[in-house]
């Protein structure tokens, strides 16, 4: 992805009420992912999440792949007060799975729903796509449906979620509510390094 | 007098709009809510590169579609069994909400998730369901206020845009035992914590299709909420229910009406989720239901068969001066605004719509905004002059005090002395008028409508123009 399009979609993403961060390395994604439990606010107020419980609880998805993931978990595992739940479920304070492409001229991710679990992207606070370096980056819907129509995407056209922003509604007196009945907040983190990279290091 | 407007077999279009004009807070809603959509449309359509180029390209895909809508379904039908998709069609309703309800009792399910479908508001479906013994459970947060509330959408894209935060406060907290709170956040996530409990119980989940895909047997869902996502993905059955007019041609067409329909329903870039879906998962199994009513006669029509284009954004809604002012519910039919006008003729007849085709001032604002560019008033006039020639509607005391207003004022304008003789006479009479009934009555017509037309002007302009 080069940096042009890795601004725009950052910037459609962010209309569309999602949220990019750029990682260098897994150390600083998982330092992002620590901030990311510091403030969000699910438990606090007990209005979004189910289970109720002081402690920060982060879910990885096997659509991670396990290179990524450990290394993830290892640095997650550091954190006080942190708990790497074992399975997605409400009282997930953030659920992290991968992103299968991207969208630049929409600000949107696609998601294989053939890897990642619909509730792994439907169920808890905050939703953390990771979208690493190799991935495919499409100019719009147009680009990616020819590919997948064409068997030239990885994601199969009956597979794909095209996720654009948190759970959201505005049906009392048009104010924005975010988290819904999905996620409150959807944060897509662009992680530069290669998969192959990271599976060297372990 | 409720017989000469025309009984319940009319949609009595002065009486609703004078009940809405009365209702302050629904203007304030209305009035709010029409125009931020707006905004926020015209602001992603700036945005985007490609909202011009898909509307043409979605426009295309239609008109090639809508002939062939029967072969389409067919095609579509192959390949969604080839999915392991079980496929219905039905041309009654009746006939679409027996088996409905046949699925779900057969599943040993009581009640029902259901996400935001207009075909099954069209169709009756939570009214069958309930004689039924079967609960349905409004899911989109909209259509879950109006239900408890036991109204109907008053909007295809906001259902509950014509109740107040403070309404819907008091009915949570009657109707759910929510403690009284007017803060949205408060009132938005009691909602969730309600429906969650129903999600990760239910066995059936029904949705709608926003599109539907015949040379893949795909649907697609596009929402906010996540409530589709829920009701598709967690029950073990999932029945999605949709007109045939959904149904398009190619996989590569898609693209561009979800491109159309995200800017022009909602002011988005794109919806939150788009979901595309085929077989069902694994130990899981997947129901379309489409039906046809009225939709082949509408096709085959060669002036109505655009209307089939609409791809049910809301924004001829939102942009109409009438329906700003209106809402919904005014139009009486399960499509508002000026898209409803236009096919509501074809559902309940001309007699039943008489009055209602005439609620539209023809300016041309739904047909500039409409992204599958549909020529709204064109097909509106279409309907009066159609509706004129109906019989049964014809006939009516209001077309018939209609015919004679315009035949009167076509005879006078259109000659300039008799303009002239006439000026002086109807002035006097509407002074008369005045002291009499305290406004400018019109015999016979305002037995339709309370408006007080404009006085006329002291001077005729011939009379002025001399003067000078």
Redesign the interface.
């Given at each position: 992805m080069n940096e042009a399009n890795i601004e725009k979609f950052k910037s459609?993403f962010a209309?569309?009420?999602g949220e990019t961060a750029i990682c260098e390395n897994y150390d600083s994604a998982a330092e992002y992912l620590v901030g990311l439990a510091g403030r969000q606010k699910n438990g606090e107020d007990g209005?979004?999440r189910?289970g109720l419980d002081s402690r920060r609880r982060v879910f990885l998805s096997r659509s991670l792949g396990v290179g990524l993931a450990l290394k993830l978990k290892t640095a997650l595992e550091r954190v006080a007060g942190l708990v790497l739940a074992d399975k997605v479920s409400?009282e997930s304070d953030i659920c992290v799975a991968s992103a299968s492409g991207l969208?630049v001229?929409?600000?949107?991710l696609i998601v294989d729903s053939g890897r990642v679990a619909?509730?792994e992207t439907?169920l808890g606070g905050t939703s953390v796509l990771i979208a690493a370096e190799e991935i495919v980056s499409y100019d719009?819907?147009?680009a990616?449906?020819?590919a997948?129509?064409a068997g030239k995407s990885s994601v199969r056209?009956?597979?794909?979620?095209?996720?654009?922003?948190?759970?959201?509604?505005?049906?009392?007196?048009?104010?924005v509510?975010q988290?819904?009945?999905?996620?409150r907040e959807l944060v897509c983190i662009v992680l530069r390094i290669h998969s192959g990279e990271i599976n060297k290091t372990l | 007098m409720y017989f000469f407007r025309g009984g319940k077999s009319v949609i009595d279009i002065y009486v609703n709009a004078e009940k809405a004009l009365a209702n302050k807070a629904l203007q304030a809603n209305l009035k709010k809510a029409t125009a931020t959509a707006i905004l926020k449309r015209n602001e992603a359509a700036a945005i985007s590169e490609t909202f011009e180029s898909s509307r043409d390209a979605a426009i295309k895909s239609r008109d090639l579609s809508i002939p062939r809508l029967g072969e389409l379904a067919v095609e579509f039908t192959a390949n969604a069994g080839k999915n392991g998709v079980k496929t219905f069609v039905f041309d009654d309703y009746e006939s679409a909400r027996a088996k409905i309800a046949e699925i779900i009792k057969s599943r040993g399910a009581d009640f029902i998730v259901k996400s935001k479908s207009m075909l099954t508001e069209e169709i009756e479906l939570n009214g069958y369901l309930k004689e039924y013994g079967i609960e349905p459970v409004e899911t989109d947060l909209g259509e879950f206020i109006v239900s408890i509330a036991g109204e109907k959408p008053s909007h295809l894209t906001a259902p509950a845009l014509h109740k107040s935060r403070k309404e819907i406060a008091k009915l949570f907290n009657e109707k759910l035992g929510m403690p009284y709170s007017e803060d949205v956040e408060e009132l938005c996530y009691f909602a969730r914590r309600y429906l969650r409990e129903k999600f990760m119980s239910a066995k059936v989940g029904i949705t709608g299709a926003n599109f539907a895909v015949a040379d893949s047997g795909l649907i697609a869902v596009v929402e906010n909420e996540a409530n589709a996502r829920l009701a598709i993905n967690l029950p073990k059955t999932h029945i999605a229910v949709f007109g045939i007019e959904k149904i398009i041609g190619k996989l590569t067409e898609l693209p561009h009406f979800l491109n159309v329909l995200s800017k022009s329903a909602t002011g988005q870039l794109l919806n939150a989720y788009t979901s595309v879906v085929g077989a069902p998962d694994e130990n899981k199994e997947r129901f379309f239901i489409i039906v046809t009513k009225k939709r082949f006669e509408i096709a085959a029509d060669p002036v109505f068969g655009e209307a089939l284009r609409c791809v049910r954004c809301g924004a001829c809604q939102n942009i109409c001066p009438i329906f700003q002012r209106l809402s919904g519910h005014g139009y009486e039919f399960t499509y508002a605004g000026p898209i409803g006008t236009v096919l509501a003729p074809f559902f309940l007849g001309y007699r039943k719509c008489s009055q209602l085709i005439d609620a539209s001032t023809l300016c041309g604002f739904c047909k500039s905004i409409c992204p599958m560019k549909i020529n709204l008033p064109a097909l509106i006039l279409e309907h009066r002059f159609r509706c004129g020639a109906d019989p049964a509607a014809g006939k009516s005391l209001y077309r018939r005090v209609k015919k004679i207003f315009s035949m009167g004022h076509s005879l006078v304008m259109s000659n300039s002395y008799l303009s002239t003789a006439v000026a002086p006479l109807a002035r006097l009479y509407f002074a008369a008028a005045r002291k009499i009934f305290g406004k400018n009555y019109i015999p016979l017509w305002s037995r339709f409508s309370k408006r007080d037309f404009m006085g006329l002007s002291g001077k005729t302009f011939m009379e002025r123009y001399f003067k000078k």
């Open positions: 459609r209309y569309n009420g209005s979004v189910l409400d969208l001229q929409d600000g949107a619909h509730e439907l719009n819907m147009s990616f449906f020819e997948s129509a056209p009956d597979k794909a979620v095209i996720i654009a922003g948190p759970s959201k509604t505005a049906d009392i007196e048009k104010q509510v988290g819904m009945h999905g996620p | -």
